[in-house]
Every structure is written in structure tokens, then in C-alpha cells.
């Protein structure tokens, strides 16, 4: 089955020490997601790419990177974590038509220590 | 400033009556909105979704209706069943873009 995978699915690291969470799909869509969701509060999306096209929203900090090798693959690279980072990471793809669904993974439960 | 809101955080149905979730939004340029189920340790899947220019949009036991004049959009699940019970977040499409902004979610109990 088409599918969006992440790994790991948990994530337990120590403050500052960089973690890298993967994101990988097999349907082939052109848009990849990174959404940071904290307990009860909607998934914020973090950046987006278009292909290869790197949109990064106003307000992520810039301890939040992102890597896209290839279609299929999408990185999110956590620089200097700390402990306010902790959260649950989505990562989503759509064919990126107006409207078209995401589709999204099963989330990686990052903590920090 | 939160877009698109979700002001009832849980809601508690009998099985075999009617759910209905709400879901407001501030930015009449939304065009398309869609429905998002979540079970707990899973990623979101998508449920239903409506276009701006109509106003309901079925899909079995699944209805959405678009009140755009209240900015207004609701979920209908009819019957409910236990199975149905998880979180719904209500996301909307931001026109000229790929983006999404998500609802707080509201978490259905449907009791057996």
C-alpha cells in the first residue's frame, strides 16, 4: 500500500543535542509537510516543499531545518534542541493541487530532556 | 490569531444518535475545507472534504455543511458508532498556496 512512513516513532533526546526525525512517501507527491503538534493544540506546520521548492513559514525558528534529497525523502533537522520542543512531528504529503487531502504519517513523539 | 477554531474540545454521543461537530473560521478566502479523523498514536486520515462553492458534501455516514455567511462549517456523522470515536480536527486550504491551517480538534466519545 501507498504510504507515508516516519522514523522513529519515538525520539527521546537531551537538550541541545541535534536529532534528525524522517520522513519518507510512496505516492509520489509533490509536496512534502512538516507539522509540530503540542498536546492539545492544532498541528502547526513548520515548512513545505514543492518539489524541490523550499517555503519555510515566518514564524519557525531557525533551530528547525529541513532536507528534501529526492522525492520520496524529507528530513527535519532539530539543531539545538530544547525542552519547549518537544511535541509530536507530522509529516504530510499531497499531490499539491488546490484542495487535494494530505496525507499523513503516524508521527514521531519527540522528548527532550 | 487562530483561523479556523474548534470551540467544543470534546463532545460525548450515544451510539446510534446523530454526532455533530463545529468548526468557525475568521478568512473568508479559505476555498477548500476537509475533515481530519485521528486515533490516538496514529497520524491524521482524511474524512470528507468540502469545496467553497457548495454547501454540503456527503459521504455515507459523513456530511459536512458550509455555512459561508457564518463562516461556519459542521461535521455530521449519523449513524455514530464506537468505532467513530477519536479526534477531529477541521483543516482549511489557504487559496494560491499548498498550505493548510488546522483546527484545535475536538476529541468524539461515541458510547456503546
Known amino acids: 500500500d501507498a504510504m507515508v512512513i516516519q522514523n522513529p516513532r519515538y525520539q527521546v533526546t537531551q537538550f541541545g543535542k541535534p536529532v534528525t526525525l524522517s520522513c519518507s512517501q510512496t505516492l509520489n507527491h509533490n509536496v512534502m509537510y512538516w507539522y509540530q503538534q503540542k498536546s492539545s493544540q492544532a498541528p502547526k506546520l513548520l515548512f513545505h516543499?514543492?518539489?524541490?521548492?523550499?517555503?519555510n513559514e515566518a514564524d519557525t525558528p531557525d533551530n528547525f531545518q529541513s532536507r528534501r534529497p529526492n522525492t520520496s525523502f524529507c528530513f527535519l533537522d532539530i539543531r539545538s534542541p530544547g525542552l519547549g520542543d518537544t511535541a509530536m512531528y507530522l509529516c504530510?504529503?499531497?499531490?499539491?493541487?488546490?484542495?487535494?487531502?494530505?496525507?499523513f504519517g503516524p508521527g514521531t513523539r519527540l522528548l527532550v530532556l | 490569531d487562530q483561523q479556523v477554531k474548534q470551540n467544543s474540545p470534546s463532545l460525548s454521543v450515544q451510539e446510534g444518535r446523530i454526532s455533530i461537530l463545529n468548526c468557525d473560521y475568521t478568512n473568508s478566502m479559505f476555498d477548500y475545507f476537509l475533515w481530519y479523523k485521528k486515533y490516538p498514536a496514529e497520524g491524521p486520515t482524511f474524512l470528507i472534504s468540502?469545496?467553497?462553492?457548495?454547501d454540503k458534501n456527503e459521504d455515507g455516514r459523513f456530511t459536512v455543511f458550509l455555512n459561508k455567511s457564518a463562516k461556519h462549517l459542521s461535521l455530521h456523522i449519523v449513524p455514530s458508532q464506537p468505532g467513530d470515536s477519536a479526534v477531529y480536527f477541521c483543516?482549511?486550504?489557504?487559496?494560491?498556496?499548498?498550505?493548510?491551517?488546522f483546527g484545535t480538534g475536538t476529541r468524539l466519545k461515541v458510547l456503546a
Open positions: 483543516a482549511a486550504s489557504v487559496p494560491g498556496t499548498y498550505k493548510y491551517i
Open positions: 504530510a504529503t499531497s499531490r499539491g493541487l488546490g484542495g487535494e487531502t494530505q496525507y
Open positions: 516543499y514543492y518539489d524541490k521548492d523550499f517555503n
Open positions: 468540502i469545496s467553497s462553492i457548495k
